[in-house]
């Protein structure tokens, strides 16, 4: 059994597989990218593991979680600033690390893309959110997920509650994008990963898991809202 199937048996996808556009995608990034992934993003969609693990996708609601989109390129910049100036210890290249997830707590998921290649054969680099510690997963996106969440591996930087919950994929939903009465505000679905990421990105002090404090929320309502 692969270790997608693993996952999928543990947690099965909500939706229908999702047709991708693999060939575009990979010419506009510029690299391969794994096979196991391709399978992950195709079986789940966009959508966020166990209220905390977001892998960015082709498909992602927002550019804070489209693997296409100018997070894994600002990434790469700060780490570059960090491996340049010692800042933080970075253990590899920034020019060998791609970003292609984020967690609630703001810790984010690489690919080591070494060798360049040959994508199957990457490893995952996870660092810690506003800190200098690094961990290092030899396995697939896949493996990794499965791994973690059913505690085989202990990742430091990761809460221990992550495994006090039950494996569950929550699917993402598309943001707003036009004003709308406060009322359908207030019911629409929102994409909490999106909006933590958000939070983060423009300086705001979110928790990693639970509710969304009413006044962050309402920020970035606004921001997408105008």
């Keep these: 059994m692969t270790d997608l199937e693993t996952l999928i048996r543990l947690c099965p996808p909500p939706n229908p597989p999702m047709p991708i556009d693999w060939n575009g995608i ?3 990034l510029g690299m391969p990218l794994p096979d196991d992934y391709k399978a992950l993003a195709e079986s789940y969609g966009p959508g966020t593991f166990c209220d905390y693990l977001t892998l960015y996708h082709p498909h992602g609601p927002t550019e804070y979680v489209t693997l296409t989109g100018p997070m894994p390129t600002r990434i790469r910049a700060q780490l570059r600033t960090d491996y340049d100036r010692g800042t ?3 253990p590899y290249d920034p020019d060998h690390l791609f ?3 984020v967690t609630g707590n703001g810790e984010y998921l690489f690919w080591i893309t070494d060798p360049a290649t040959d994508s199957n054969r990457w490893r995952i680099a996870v660092n810690e959110a506003r800190g200098p510690r ?3 997963y ?3 996106a896949a493996g990794f997920l499965v791994s ?3 505690g085989e ?3 430091p930087q990761f809460p221990q509650s992550l495994l006090e919950v039950p494996l569950t994929f929550t699917p993402s939903h598309p943001v707003l994008l036009k004003p709308q009465p406060y009322d359908r505000l207030a019911s629409a679905p929102v994409d909490t990963a ?3 990421a958000w939070a983060r990105e423009n300086g705001y002090d979110v928790p990693s898991r639970g509710r969304v404090p009413p006044d962050i929320l309402k920020a970035w309502e606004n921001s997408h809202n105008h």
Excluded: K, S
């Design 134 to 136: 690094w961990f290092t």
């Design 148 to 150: 973690v969440l059913t």
């Design 138 to 140: 030899d396995g697939t």
């Design 153 to 155: 591996t202990r990742v």
């Design 194 to 196: 999106a909006v933590r």
């Design 26 to 28: 990979e010419a506009g």
């Design 88 to 90: 933080h210890p970075v």
């Design 99 to 101: 970003a292609f997830g």
